[in-house]
């Protein structure tokens, strides 16, 4: 099937626990799910997102005619007020862009006399029996029914005409080429290997159109690139004590990669391998015939005509893979700005109000907000005017409603910017949770099953604490960045949360770990909608405070405080607790409480404690017999057992 660049992605049908109809975005599947039954409901669970209203408006209006009797998924591809009329060598063509990609139609064609009459656009693609239960690749439309003010398909070719199936000859390339990445793979020893970089590194080649063409030009470009992000890093700090330590850092770094380089030069051939295999489909895929004409906008005004985003093979049990082309359509993603040429709008945008000939005033949309009166209403067209210069005077001629107007305009801006932010910015949602997690339990675990159902993707991102007094150890042994990691893997497989990865970082503190992974170097593209994990307890989101400054442009910050979820509690009605948890695994009491029924003695054995514990015993019992209760206050106590016992080892009284 074909893979359709619309937003946002909308979901609508019978909510088989009720029997009603309703529509939703990807937000129907959190803890708390929203899901729209009526108008009112609409407004009340995405009322900070006007432009997202009126499209799931437009959806409950247009949609429970059709005869959904399952849940379909959708992207919204165009309303009337989207549809132009563009010249395109010399046919009059519908032209609509839901997202990154430009489509237009043939007004005088069949689609494009469908589409004239339509009111609402959308193509399904995915299938729900409910709410709780998997998604299944693929929709079956053929069944609903249609009128004339909606237009909807599915994304399957509709004419393929024998040019996109594999020929013999196709097969074997693509089974010789995985038979290759098979072996190249298996070579590989991914263990300490910095594919974070790497993965960044590759995204720089795709900016400049290539891939991993060559596995030793691409080795070299790596290490380049390392050097200069080292050489930037130094000439950025002040002290002469500092640069010496990033020095030290990158070196090491430097050093690293270079031991590792036969594992690194074989990634890179791997990736080339699975690349060109992938692209044997693609190449295929390319050849159907299509209604529609795709054109990206370049950044310099003109139009780029392109392929499809991609497309989905699905298999006969339902399962899919997508296929996209990261040389056309991802470095589309990078190079452009998304979005028809409307001004970005910023809180700290400065807008200009001209209140006559003579005197205008300048301020941020945030002072602006701050100081106007407060208003639920909008006003898009006087915000439009004011943007080009129009006095404000002329256009309100009554003075005694400037303010109030003034403040509608700025609210519509105010609103328009969060929108982007939050349910309607194209692209990939990606939410990273970052912590030092010693050890991680439950509660994290809840954290990251909440933001799992928000995002496409969360990446949970492991910092690694330098001082003597950020470590964490039990019984003497300390909780290592790769522990945790080990056990995040244990509890990500068990719970089944497939859009889930775990890093570990260099960092020293969850924060500057979460930095370095979203800043300009990062390897999150433009366009990706991000949101930075934290908990609703204690102000916790508020350590984002500063966030923006660091973030790379293009990437869509989601509001902390609109993001942040509630802390999960134990099942015995207790926060959870790190602390907790280590004092739970000392003591051999209740540790079921943080990692789940049968599951501590798997925590135990990554940590290594249960030998710990028998060689206490051979030291005499006294340490195995020190207790400290769940909650306690004796945190100093433990930490003198735990330095103790760290002695002992070094000493080799314990062995």
Do not use: C
């Not at 594999?166 to 020893?189: C, G, I, K, M, Y």
């Not at 691409?218 to 002040?238: A, C, D, H, P």
């Amino acid at each position: 099937s074909v893979k359709w660049d619309g937003a946002p992605a909308i979901f609508a049908g019978i909510n088989p626990d009720n029997g009603k109809f309703f529509v939703g975005t990807k937000s129907i599947f959190n803890k708390v799910p929203k899901i729209n039954y009526t108008v009112e409901d609409i407004n009340y669970n995405h009322g900070h997102a006007p432009g997202l209203v009126d499209k799931l408006k437009k959806a409950l209006y247009y949609l429970p005619s059709l005869g959904i009797s399952k849940i379909l998924q959708g992207d919204f591809m165009f309303d009337d007020g989207m549809l132009e009329i563009v010249d395109i060598d010399g046919e009059p063509h519908y032209r609509f862009k839901p997202n990154t990609i430009i489509y237009a139609v043939p007004v005088d064609s069949n689609l494009g006399q469908q589409i004239g009459n339509a009111k609402f656009g959308i193509v399904f693609h995915t299938t729900y029996n409910d709410l709780k239960s998997g998604a299944s690749f693929g929709a079956d439309v053929s069944q609903l029914k249609r009128r004339p003010d909606v237009w909807f398909d599915d994304a399957f070719f509709k004419n393929d005409t024998g040019t996109v199936t594999l020929t013999d000859d196709d097969e074997e390339r693509v089974v010789t080429l995985v038979t290759q990445a098979d072996a190249v793979n298996s070579a590989v020893n991914y263990e300490n290997l910095p594919l974070a970089k790497m993965n960044i590194y590759l995204n720089s080649e795709i900016r400049g159109g290539a891939f991993a063409d060559d596995a030793q030009g691409s080795y070299q470009g790596f290490v380049e690139w390392n050097q200069n992000r080292l050489t930037k890093r130094i000439n950025k700090l002040k002290s002469e004590k500092g640069k010496q330590r990033a020095m030290a850092t990158g070196t090491a770094e430097l050093e690293a990669i270079e031991r590792s380089k036969n594992d690194i030069l074989n990634v890179f051939r791997l990736s080339r391998l699975l690349f060109e295999a992938k692209n044997v489909f693609i190449e295929k895929y390319n050849n159907a015939i299509y209604a529609t004409k795709h054109f990206v906008d370049d950044g310099s005004g003109d139009l780029k005509v392109t392929n499809p985003e991609g497309y989905v093979a699905v298999d006969f049990a339902g399962n899919g893979v997508k296929f996209v082309d990261r040389l056309e359509f991802s470095r589309a993603n990078f190079m452009m700005d998304k979005g028809f040429k409307k001004p970005d709008i910023k809180e700290n945008q400065i807008l200009e109000v001209f209140w006559n000939n003579k005197k205008s005033t300048k301020m941020s949309l945030r002072e602006w907000h701050t100081l106007l009166p407060k208003t639920k209403k909008t006003n898009k067209k006087l915000f439009e005017d004011l943007l080009a210069s129009k006095m404000v005077t002329a256009l309100i001629p009554d003075s005694k409603m400037v303010k109030l107007a003034l403040a509608e305009a700025v609210q519509w801006a105010i609103d328009e910017q969060e929108e982007r932010s939050l349910d309607a910015t194209p692209g990939k949602t990606i939410a990273i949770v970052p912590g030092a997690f010693k050890p991680p339990h439950l509660g994290h675990l809840g954290m990251v099953k909440n933001y799992s159902s928000m995002a496409d993707e969360v990446i949970v991102l492991i910092s690694s604490p330098k001082s003597q007094k950020a470590q964490r150890t039990i019984n003497g042994m300390p909780v290592t960045a790769e522990k945790s990691k080990q056990i995040w893997d244990m509890m990500i497989s068990d719970h089944g949360l497939s859009n889930v990865s775990v890093q570990v970082s260099n960092a020293p503190s969850p924060v500057r770990a979460a930095f370095e992974y979203v800043d300009k170097d990062g390897p999150l593209e433009p366009g990706t909608k991000l949101i930075l994990g934290a908990s609703r307890k204690g102000g916790d989101y508020k350590r984002w405070s500063a966030a923006a400054k660091y973030i790379k442009p293009g990437v869509n910050l989601v509001d902390p405080a609109v993001s942040a979820v509630e802390p999960e509690i134990r099942s015995d009605g207790v926060p959870f607790s790190a602390t907790d948890a280590r004092n739970a695994l000392s003591n051999n009491e209740n540790a079921d409480l943080f990692f789940g029924d049968g599951k501590t003695q798997i925590v135990k054995d990554i940590l290594g404690l249960e030998d710990v514990q028998e060689m206490s015993a051979m030291g005499g019992g006294a340490v195995a017999g020190y207790s400290v209760p769940l909650g306690s206050t004796k945190d100093k106590d433990s930490d003198l057992v735990n330095e103790v016992l760290n002695y002992l080892f070094k000493q080799g009284i314990l062995k």
